[in-house]
């Protein structure tokens, strides 16, 4: 029923930046503000780990200490569209990643668990490298 479609990934150089938009379809407009949205990254040989997430109608939200400064998720209810804006991007950002929703929009005191998201998008590759 829900489904979440993920563009914008590439290549790109140490420094440079890239955004990634999920859109998210099977909801009505008026239900998508209740779900949390969350993306995460993985990176062969290495475990899933949260890189932002945001939790519903009043945006709140929260990164990983890795990203705070250079990553900005915002998200679109009229669209049903959250995205993904990566800056300064580092190699160590080359990861595939993923979006994520859920409801109720789970709490965002902490980087996102990957449990707590019921719906999952395709992964998506984002490669730094000069």
């Known amino acids: 029923e829900v489904q979440l479609v993920v563009s914008g990934g590439g290549l790109v150089q140490p420094g440079g930046s890239l955004t990634l938009s999920c859109i998210v379809s099977g909801l009505t407009r008026s239900n998508f503000p209740y779900y949390g949205v969350a993306w995460f990254r993985q990176a062969p040989g290495n475990e899933r780990e949260g890189v932002a997430c945001i939790r519903s109608s009043d945006d709140s939200t929260y990164y990983g200490d890795f990203v705070k400064g250079r990553f900005t998720i915002a998200r679109d209810n009229g669209r049903n569209t959250v995205l993904l804006q990566m800056n300064s991007l580092l190699a160590e950002d080359t990861a595939r990643y993923y979006c994520?929703?859920?409801?109720?929009?789970?709490?965002?005191?902490?980087?996102?668990?990957?449990?707590?998201?019921?719906?999952w998008g395709q992964g998506i590759q984002v490669t730094v490298s000069s």
């Open positions: 994520a929703a859920t409801v109720p929009s789970p709490p965002v005191d902490g980087i996102p668990v990957a449990g707590l998201y019921d719906h």
